[in-house]
């Protein structure tokens, strides 16, 4: 996934000169008007100082505890020389981790990916020390060489694997830090529906401007799940729990449904959103069960409301029993 960023032409002219000038160390990188753009340039402590040694000097002080970066590092000798390190924290601005971490890769495809020996994401400060890239390198050595494509693509996949399982995952480091507060009515509305009250829906949206899990402000009232499908928005993800009433084999049962809903649309909004809403899923819920008393039955993931269908609700909610017949012996001849 990709943001839509470019690199600017300062940020060109710089790294070339980082390129053909070799006491220079690194360069740090920042986004900003929608441009990948130059802050500072690291020039080496000394005549033939170590990889280390600027590292302590240079990197560490340039580190903050709640703001994303981009470092250009000079590491090797011989090309490729350079390593690209993606530094988000986790007390960054949530919108800034997005969008440094979707635009990780356009750093290296516009500066030209044969210049970078290997991409870093990191979110603690410890993890760019002389330490911290020791240790790097002796769990790279571990794993067989993939490309930057292979790369990219494995977080991704470990990204749709974390928000279908709800573990946590390194790679990714997001999900297991964020923490979106939910406003006041998103909060009230969880915790009249976990008390059994006259409200059978909550849906729950992201709202990008104040970092934020709201209310999506509705009066349906549905009774059955072909109502609650009209009511998910089927242009923008959600959150929805759903109180689903209803008998099954002379059974009556009210049990809590939560739906995760992100519709496939086009755009640059879209593409980040389907890349957030996925992390803050494990968030929504945990939200959901321990603040507000809230206890899930079940939990279904779709991308479109419309594959929702009470089928296939009532099929996980009250799955078939396979009864399998007894061996029976033979009759014996004549009998």
């Known amino acids: 996934m990709q943001s839509g960023i470019s690199a600017s032409q300062e940020l060109v002219s710089k790294f070339n000169t980082l390129l053909a000038d070799d006491s220079q160390f690194g360069l740090l990188v920042t986004i900003a008007s929608e441009k990948l753009q130059p802050l500072q340039v690291l020039a080496s402590t000394a005549p033939g100082a170590s990889f280390a040694s600027n590292l302590s000097s240079l990197v560490t002080p340039a580190l903050k505890p709640n703001e994303a970066l981009y470092l250009i590092l000079r590491r090797h000798a011989a090309a490729p020389a350079l390593v690209a390190v993606t530094y988000v924290p986790d007390a960054a601005p949530v919108r800034q981790k997005m969008l440094f971490a979707s635009s ?158 992100c519709p496939s649309t086009p755009g640059t909004k879209a593409v980040k959103s389907r890349m957030i809403y996925p992390l803050m899923k494990r968030a929504v819920l945990t939200i959901a069960e321990k603040e507000a008393g809230l206890q899930v039955a079940k939990k279904f993931e779709v991308e479109d409301p419309s594959e929702i269908t009470e089928a296939s609700v009532l099929e996980e909610l009250h799955p078939k029993v396979e009864v399998r017949a007894g061996f029976s012996r033979p009759k014996r001849p004549g009998r």
């Open 104 to 261: 990780r890769l356009t750093l290296v495809r516009e500066l030209g990916s044969e210049h970078f020996s290997e991409t870093i994401f990191a979110t603690l400060a410890s993890e760019l020390s002389p330490a911290g890239f020791e240790k790097h390198d002796a769990h790279t050595a571990l794993d067989a060489p993939l490309t930057e494509e292979e790369k990219t693509l494995g977080d991704v996949r470990r990204a749709e694997q974390e928000a279908g399982s709800g573990t946590g995952t390194r790679e990714i480091h997001l999900s297991s830090h964020m923490a979106i507060p939910i406003n006041d009515e998103g909060l009230a509305a969880l915790k009249e529906l976990a008390s059994e009250g006259p409200r059978a829906l909550v849906t729950l949206k992201i709202d990008q401007a104040t970092e934020q899990i709201v209310l999506v402000p509705d009066d349906a009232t549905p009774e059955s799940i072909p109502e609650l499908v009209q009511a998910i928005s089927a242009t923008e993800p959600r959150f929805t729990f759903y109180r689903f009433t209803h008998s099954y084999g002379g059974n009556h049962s009210s049990p809590v449904l939560f739906f995760y809903t």
